[in-house]
């Protein structure tokens, strides 16, 4: 099947009270691995890319490749969404290649660094909401700030610092028009999220549980939510590593996030953590060999055994065939009959 609208996974999800887990790509490894995932546990999925990931693989190899996963696994709803868009041109040089999904982050400024004003985002926001949905795409919106600096995007510190708030939230969702919000509650991009396992002094679930309640219609998304296993750790530092001791968002955490409207997941610390650790091992216990294969097929391996555990905690899997993929020409006319009525 072609690739999909995000708009339509998540709807989907919310009617089955699931998560679905966003992962990121920047080559043709990891997609495999998601897609080999998505198949065995026949799960819906969102393959996303950032700006840093666009320029590392180029936007025509990344795309080329993703065509290639729909034609090789048709039963798998598939989105290509952008992840962390810094300005109306990233998301739509993304819309003009064939992303079918975009996030314009106007949470910080184009720098990827700097907090915008509330105006800055809602108009810069809504400027990306009415082209995308001119095409039937979807727009992933965010109110308030992750902490961390990861593929260069992140406003630094812990996190805590731009706590989402409700009311900004619920005036954000209703002058944007965007299908899903992303949401500040204490996590962070990269590995170093937490220095020690997370409680409610520094994971706001609460402050996540009172926006669904105000905005129950909207599909929320949890950002830096790699729950950083100790087991992925320990293997990169048994092979030579140096990782420092922490933690990530715990996986009761996240469902408990979706039993409370979060319809949509990132992942990337972890898969990198996997495929970095297989690759280790392959160096330290077999240092003769060269061949890439020799270390990229337990790579791939490594990462597709943990999407494929986080579909399952997620609850995506085994609704890759629920429903009919509907056309983004078709998702156009619903966007303008929703606009007609408004």
Same mark, same amino acid.
């Given at each position: 099947?072609?690739?999909?609208?995000?708009?339509?996974?998540?709807?989907? +999800?919310?009617?089955?009270?699931?998560?679905?887990?966003?992962?990121?790509?920047?080559?043709?490894?990891?997609?495999?691995?998601?897609?080999?995932?998505?198949?065995?546990?026949?799960?819906?999925?969102?393959?996303?890319?950032?700006?840093?990931?666009?320029?590392?693989?180029?936007?025509?190899?990344?795309?080329?490749?993703?065509?290639?996963?729909?034609?090789?696994?048709?039963?798998?709803?598939?989105?290509? =969404?952008?992840? =962390?868009?810094?300005?109306?041109?990233?998301?739509?040089?993304?819309?003009?290649?064939?992303?079918?999904?975009?996030?314009?982050?106007?949470?910080?400024?184009?720098?990827?660094?700097?907090?915008?004003?509330?105006?800055?985002?809602?108009?810069?926001?809504?400027?990306?909401?009415?082209?995308?949905?001119?095409?039937?795409?979807?727009?992933?919106?965010?109110?308030?700030?992750?902490?961390?600096?990861?593929?260069?995007?992140?406003?630094?510190?812990?996190?805590?610092?731009?706590?989402?708030?409700?009311?900004?939230?619920?005036?954000?969702?209703?002058?944007?028009?965007?299908?899903?919000?992303?949401?500040?509650?204490?996590?962070?991009?990269? +590995?170093?999220?937490?220095?020690?396992?997370?409680?409610?002094?520094?994971?706001?679930?609460?402050?996540?549980?009172?926006? =669904?309640?105000?905005?129950?219609?909207?599909?929320?998304?949890?950002?830096?939510?790699?729950?950083?296993?100790?087991?992925?750790?320990?293997?990169?530092?048994?092979?030579?590593?140096?990782?420092?001791?922490?933690?990530?968002?715990?996986?009761?955490?996240?469902?408990?996030?979706?039993?409370?409207?979060?319809?949509?997941?990132?992942?990337?610390?972890?898969?990198?953590?996997?495929?970095?650790?297989?690759?280790?091992?392959?160096?330290?216990?077999?240092?003769?060999?060269?061949?890439?294969?020799?270390?990229?097929?337990?790579?791939?391996?490594?990462?597709?055994?943990?999407?494929?555990?986080?579909?399952?905690?997620? /609850?995506?899997? /085994? =609704? +890759?065939?629920?429903?009919?993929?509907?056309?983004?020409?078709?998702?156009?006319?619903?966007?303008?009959?929703?606009?007609?009525?408004?």
């Amino acid at each position: 099947m072609p690739l999909v609208s995000m708009r339509q996974l998540l709807d989907e +999800a919310a009617k089955g009270g699931y998560g679905v887990g966003a992962f990121n790509v920047n080559n043709m490894e990891q997609i495999q691995a998601i897609m080999e995932a998505a198949r065995e546990t026949k799960s819906p999925v969102i393959v996303q890319a950032s700006r840093g990931a666009r320029s590392y693989s180029q936007d025509k190899f990344l795309y080329h490749l993703m065509l290639a996963a729909t034609e090789l696994y048709p039963e798998i709803p598939t989105v290509l =969404h952008l992840d =962390h868009g810094n300005s109306f041109e990233t998301c739509k040089s993304a819309i003009e290649l064939g992303f079918t999904s975009v996030m314009m982050d106007g949470s910080l400024l184009e720098d990827g660094k700097t907090p915008s004003t509330f105006k800055q985002n809602v108009d810069v926001t809504r400027r990306v909401v009415e082209l995308a949905h001119s095409k039937g795409i979807t727009v992933e919106g965010e109110i308030g700030v992750l902490g961390g600096i990861e593929d260069g995007h992140g406003a630094g510190g812990s996190g805590l610092e731009h706590i989402t708030d409700p009311d900004q939230a619920v005036e954000f969702v209703e002058k944007t028009g965007v299908d899903a919000l992303a949401i500040a509650i204490g996590t962070s991009h990269g +590995a170093y999220k937490f220095t020690k396992k997370p409680d409610g002094s520094v994971l706001k679930m609460d402050r996540l549980i009172e926006i =669904h309640k105000r905005l129950p219609q909207t599909h929320l998304v949890m950002h830096g939510s790699s729950s950083v296993p100790k087991d992925l750790q320990d293997i990169i530092n048994q092979y030579g590593g140096k990782l420092k001791p922490t933690w990530g968002v715990p996986v009761e955490e996240i469902q408990l996030g979706i039993r409370n409207g979060v319809r949509k997941i990132n992942v990337d610390t972890d898969n990198r953590l996997a495929i970095t650790g297989a690759i280790r091992k392959v160096f330290m216990e077999t240092p003769e060999k060269f061949d890439p294969r020799d270390y990229m097929k337990p790579a791939r391996e490594a990462m597709k055994k943990v999407v494929a555990l986080r579909m399952t905690q997620f /609850g995506q899997a /085994g =609704h +890759a065939n629920d429903y009919a993929p509907i056309p983004l020409s078709e998702m156009k006319k619903r966007y303008e009959s929703a606009m007609a009525h408004a």
